[in-house]
């Protein structure tokens, strides 16, 4: 359970924080500061569990059947990478409480990085790789909302979409990867793929295999060629860029290789497509770190060049690269996470981040040049930080690798290259912003921050220090339980220690450290930026002709295959189903054997009655479309008498209920859609006559050909297994008398719980359509735009109506319809409670209610109906979706597969025995959902009538002023 609370945690804590004022910034960044350390005191809590266990599991059952089910994992790797993110994460939000400005909207930055947070905790502790991929894409997801936090800067919108593109992508590859490995493996639970990784590695897709999960990591880790992506990541807030570049996203595709490297490394496709993805990025990010002005583009290129390291030891084929890695993984989050919380500090204080313009800030803000100094010394891998530690590991594999002569003498000679850049580019961080002559022409005056803002860096630069002098006794039992849980019995026997004797990594550590020196003295100080940028190999350039050449496709082919006509959709479309049954032609669907009893004459008629309301329907359409709806109307009428006669009065009471609400959001529609041209009173030209000619030889296909296969179908003699299995399981296993509900609530509830997502995201859409045509607040109004609004508002029918019947005729059906509102909402409620033992339920329900709403608006308008709204509908469709999603958890907490019917019996004061069962829960929420999604579109569309009808008033009055 304590998993479980890892994980559900920041999520909760997200949702909790989107729900605080804006202004309400201390309680913002206590609530997220609580939810990381509860997290990280949580994680820390299990060690003595993992170092006795070796592994902590959670599992709970999603669907038995399918065994699929939620499972959590955690080892020792997964601890300290758990470890990492939320220690990071904690550090991070107290940071962000002193960087935030009070004008920025706080609530949604802490609801993101909370859910950042959830997200990759949950790729951490995944114990199924399916569920992995799940939470890869979220942490996609979350990043780019991070990333376009300021989304009024094009620079933040487009770095989100790039990193939201390249990431996304990636992760469908490695989506295909992880099937395969299920379909090799029989199973996704991370232990079995573990233990089938010899059965993996001589299967014949284990090639496709590796390319499909190294697109996946590449692409996270922004390795090369896709590298270009996280550069312009850095519109994100300082505190994002710090925790996306030390602890999350970016860590998530190294995680991925380590967590894998048992079952995919040690082959050469594996070297060379690992490793030497991860050298090029190395010395390519190196060398660009060089050229940046920016100080975040300095640390994201640094980042990109690490990043590159730790996927060439992963690739190395080496336990003790291995080892390396995750090394330096830990190292790397401690001195980058402090690198780029200084960067912030000086954008902070200064109002600038641009290396020329900044000179001399050690002398006004000598803390944060200390602690600044210290983490790009660690960065640098100077003897006595955590840095050289893992960066002489990296140098002794590179000269200890069991490869070719040839590869032995080149990799050694690149990692000294890329340790001399990192020298380079960390000096010009240091010594560019806070060495040389105070600068004068900034546009804020340079000062310290306060100390709780340098807290969380001087912390991280205290880990460097204490990693880098003692790193045995801090980092080393840490370090063992994560290498012993990724190599079990293969993990090797390593030594963590500040000094090693004199030896050829301790050699290569000293060029790279006085040639660095050298590098930013006499060639990058003075010639720097006539070096080349190496624009060519940018993969923006790329990145933005690939996209707008997938756009020119995708807009010529939509003009070949599609049309702003609305007759021309219909005909593709059925065209597109006729195609579907060619393979028929091959072998014909020839009707059974059993007799079909004919129709009774009332039915018969009955549809003859609603086919004719059908054609009506269809010939008026054009022309008349206020009778095409009535007789459209009558269509679904025929349909609802159809299902009472096969007795099926659930569905009758849906059609019935659909039908209604359907019919009249549509007729609000009709007032704002163009007028229909008038019908032909000839017989019109020979194009049009072969054009309704060939569309009624289509619709006499279709129709005949759906004919055709529905019969085939009924006379045959129908399975009952199915049939049989609800009406006999319905109530034992569901606990309910009525099978259509049952089937809805608990056998198919997550495809209802599917579709009322569905409907809310509709009618959320609908909404965010036409809102642009929602009238102004009168009180921004003058008052002549007043009264022009007041003259030009659409009058409630009643009104329109009134001068033409007489005087108070219509006062009483207005009054009857408002008294009907409590009456009808206790039908909707009788059939919301009845409907699983009787036909009735959550749908019908809501639509019972939905339409009491509708017809309050006809009477009285929708200001009338606005200003006695208690409760908005965007927090009715919230609530039914929140009630909907509880009914399923609390089936999960008590043991039982997401959804399934939890029932309580007991005894109540003057109520006597009692039974409530969780699927009145689900039906509530699906209740609220379809009255707030109907009430939210019914709004939508009333504003646009006003719109559409203001702007028809004023066309009416330039037209008389015209004349």
């Not at 032909?680 to 296909?701: K, N, Y």
């Not at 609800?726 to 608990?746: E, R």
């Not at 969780?918 to 009538?945: K, N, R």
Request: glycine residues 8%; charged residues 10%; positive net charge.
């Amino acid at each position: 359970m304590s998993l479980f609370l890892i994980l559900v945690l920041p999520f909760l804590g997200s949702l909790c924080a989107a729900l605080l004022p804006t202004n309400a910034r201390n309680a913002e960044a206590w609530l997220a500061g609580i939810v990381a350390a509860s997290v990280s005191a949580l994680i820390l809590w299990q060690l003595p569990a993992i170092e006795t266990n070796g592994a902590l599991y959670y599992e709970q059952i999603w669907s038995p059947t399918l065994k699929i089910a939620f499972q959590l994992r955690m080892d020792g790797f997964a601890w300290l990478f758990a470890l990492l993110v939320a220690l990071i994460g904690l550090l991070v939000v107290f940071y962000a409480r002193y960087y935030m400005s009070p004008e920025d909207p706080v609530p949604r930055f802490f609801a993101f990085l909370l859910a950042f947070m959830g997200a990759m905790l949950g790729i951490v502790l995944s114990g199924n790789l399916l569920q992995l991929a799940m939470f890869w894409e979220l942490t996609s997801l979350a990043s780019f909302m991070l990333i376009a936090y300021w989304h009024h800067r094009q620079d933040a919108r487009t770095g989100a979409r790039m990193a939201l593109t390249v990431t996304g992508m990636g992760g469908l590859a490695m989506l295909g990867g992880m099937l395969l490995i299920g379909h090799i493996v029989g199973s996704y639970e991370i232990d079995a793929v573990l233990a089938a990784a010899e059965q993996i590695k001589a299967h014949a897709w284990y090639p496709a295999i590796v390319c499909l999960i190294a697109l996946g990591a590449l692409t996270k880790s922004a390795q090369f060629p896709f590298h270009f992506w996280l550069p312009h990541a850095m519109a994100a807030p300082t505190p994002v860029s710090a925790y996306l570049h030390s602890a999350t996203m970016v860590k998530a595709g190294v995680f991925l290789l380590a967590r894998l490297w048992p079952v995919l490394a040690g082959s050469d496709l594996w070297f060379w497509l690992i490793g030497g993805s991860g050298l090029v990025t190395l010395l390519l990010g190196g060398y660009l770190a060089l050229l940046q002005n920016d100080m975040k583009g300095l640390l994201a290129y640094s980042t990109i060049s690490h990043l590159g390291l730790i996927t060439l030891l992963l690739g190395m084929n080496s336990e003790l690269a291995l080892v390396a890695a995750v090394f330096h993984i830990v190292n790397h989050a401690t001195f980058k996470a402090s690198l780029f919380m200084a960067a912030g500090i000086v954008d902070h204080e200064t109002g600038t981040r641009d290396i020329r313009r900044l000179s001399g800030l050690r002398l006004a803000m000598p803390l944060t040049a200390a602690l600044a100094g210290v983490a790009a010394a660690a960065m640098a891998g100077v003897p006595l930080l955590n840095g050289f530690l893992s960066k002489e590991m990296f140098f002794s594999e590179t000269v200890m690798l069991a490869r070719p002569e040839w590869q032995r003498i080149l990799l050694p000679v690149v990692a000294t290259l890329a340790g001399m850049f990192s020298v380079a580019y960390s000096l010009r961080f240091i010594h560019g912003a806070f060495f040389g002559p105070p600068t004068t022409d900034l546009p804020q005056t340079p000062h310290d921050p306060t100390r709780w803002m340098l807290l969380p860096s001087a912390l991280l630069v205290a880990a460097c220090l204490l990693v880098g002098v003692l790193p045995g006794a801090t980092v080393g039992p840490y370090l063992h339980l994560a290498t012993d849980a990724l190599l079990g019995a293969q993990a090797p026997i390593y030594d963590l220690a500040m000094w090693h004797g004199v030896n050829l990594p301790l050699l290569m550590s000293l060029v790279a450290l006085f040639g660095g020196i050298t590098l930013y003295q006499f060639v990058l100080q003075p010639y720097g930026q006539k070096l080349p940028s190496l624009r060519q190999l940018d993969g923006k350039t790329a990145f933005t002709w690939l996209l707008r050449t997938l756009n020119v496709t995708a807009d010529r082919l939509l003009q070949l295959i599609s049309s702003t006509r609305l007759q021309t959709q219909i005909l593709v479309l059925i065209l597109a189903c006729l195609a579907a049954g060619l393979p028929f032609l091959a072998e014909p669907l020839l009707p059974g054997t059993q007799a079909m009893p004919w129709p009774h004459p009332a039915f018969v008629l009955l549809w003859l009655m609603g086919g004719a309301c059908a054609l009506g329907a269809a010939w008026f359409a054009k022309y008349q479309r206020l009778a095409a709806l009535i007789l459209s109307g009558g269509a679904g009428l025929a349909t609802s008498l159809t299902f009472v006669w096969f007795s099926a009065p659930d569905l009758a009471l849906t059609q019935l209920a659909v039908e209604v609400v359907t019919v009249v959001l549509i007729l609000l529609g009709l007032r704002w859609l163009p007028r229909g041209n008038p019908p032909p009173s000839g017989r019109g030209s020979l194009r049009a006559q072969l054009r309704r000619s060939r569309d009624f030889l289509l619709a006499l296909l279709g129709g005949g050909g759906l004919a055709a296969l529905s019969y085939a179908i009924l006379s045959r003699p129908a399975p009952t297994q199915l049939a049989d299995f609800f009406t006999q399981n319905a109530l034992p296993l569901g606990g309910g008398q009525n099978v259509v509900n049952v089937i809805l609530v608990d056998f198919r509830g997550f495809d209802t719980f599917g579709e009322i997502t569905v409907l809310g995201i509709v009618a959320l859409t609908v909404y965010a359509l036409l809102r642009r045509f929602r009238p102004a607040p009168e009180s921004t109004l003058l008052p002549a735009q007043q009264q022009l609004q007041a003259a030009e508002a659409p009058t409630p029918f009643s009104q329109q109506l009134g001068d033409k019947l007489p005087a108070g005729y219509l006062m009483l059906p207005a009054v009857l319809v408002r008294l009907l509102l409590p009456m009808a909402v206790l039908v909707s409620l009788y059939f919301l409670l009845r409907g699983h033992h009787e036909p009735g339920g959550g749908f019908v329900g809501g639509l019972i209610f939905a339409t009491t709403i509708i017809l309050q608006y006809l009477i009285s308008g929708i200001g009338w109906l606005e200003a006695r709204l208690r409760i908005r509908p965007v927090y009715w469709i919230a609530c039914g979706l929140l009630a909907a999603a509880s009914a399923g958890l609390l089936a999960t907490f008590n043991g039982a597969p997401f959804l399934k019917s939890q029932g309580w019996h007991g005894a109540l004061p003057w109520l006597g025995e009692v039974h409530l069962s969780s699927v009145l829960l689900f039906d509530l929420g699906v209740y609220m959902l379809v009255v707030g999604a109907t009430v939210l579109i019914l709004i939508a569309i009333a504003h646009q009538t006003l719109r559409t009808t203001a702007a028809r008033t004023a066309a009416g009055q330039e037209a008389r002023q015209w004349h």
